[in-house]
């Protein structure tokens, strides 16, 4: 018995996922699962650079503009959505194509989840309190401390994950690393290959500079105004572009300094996505050449999995 097809085409912001998953997906008859912690939220078109509608036209979307700003989304229910849109892609004769960059969402597809304790409202007020008074590093500094395996995968000012750290520990009394090994993935069933987008780093940096500018074009003040205006969940908050034009709302900074953040922070995550992957020895790496179309990316890749 043939085993089910799984792909995934990840890689850091800008590199041009997108077109190049449309391409690829209509020469291996697959339809594409959005593998972004941020394209989930509707609403947010622009900051969160969502394919147009005509590409969407061109080969079938899933998860993307699916949940309402104001609500926490997390990678629990992203595995179930995912996994249960699978199981009808496959009952079509269709393959999922995931695509995105978001290491932690393509993980947990695979992965699968750990046997994690429930949210505790007290212990996560108290660690937001200490992150208000002490700031990030203090907690980061703690956590390294009880768990360095965890704080070596998190970011020093992904404050959101370091305190679900902390309040898995604080919960449990075991470290969130040591509870990760019980995860039960995907298993034998299937056949799955990650392939990641790279190409010279200067080239993606300008990409991003490129695509920034482009989504100021295309509206991004006017969206994030309007954004502010309403209650957005700590999740939806955390797209690269909100808080960067919230200080510029706030008078804090000129809409010129607002751009440069936005640019800069681009890049850096960029830097963060590409350290992730680079963790993952199951990946293939597609280095993207000069001038080489999306087309031309797509056929390579197709020859790859054929």
Known sequence: MLKKKIFFLIGPTAIGKTLIAIHLAKKINAEIISCDSMQV????????????????????????????????????????????????????????????????????????????????????????????????????????????????????????????????????????????????????????????????????YNKIDQRVSKMFRAGLIKEVSRLLKHKLSRTAKCAIGIRELEGYFNGEYSLKEAKRLIQRNSRHYAKRQLTWFRRDKRIQWIVIKDKETHREVARRIWKKLS
Not at 124 to 135: C, D, E, N, V
Not at 137 to 157: F, M, Q, T, V
Not at 169 to 186: D, F, H, I
């Open 41 to 204: 939220y509707s609403s947010m078109d622009i900051v969160t650079s969502q394919p147009a509608y005509a590409q969407r036209k061109k080969v079938k979307h899933h998860l993307l503009g699916v949940i309402n700003p104001a609500k926490e989304y997390n990678v629990s229910r992203y595995r179930k959505d995912a996994l249960s849109i699978c199981s009808q892609l496959f009952s079509k004769g269709k393959i999922p194509l995931f695509v995105g960059g978001s290491g932690l969402y393509y993980s947990i597809v695979i992965d699968g989840l750990f046997p994690a304790a429930p949210e505790d409202k007290l212990i996560r007020a108290k660690l937001y309190k200490q992150l208000s008074l002490k700031g990030n590093r203090y907690l980061y500094e703690k956590l390294a401390k009880i768990d360095p395996l965890s704080a070596r995968r998190i970011h020093p000012n992904d404050s959101r994950r370091i305190i679900r750290s902390l309040e898995v520990y604080m919960k449990t009394g075991m470290p969130l690393s040591v509870l990760q090994k019980g995860r039960v993935g995907l298993g034998a069933g299937y056949e799955i290959k990650i392939l990641a987008l790279n190409m010279d780093r200067q080239a993606l």
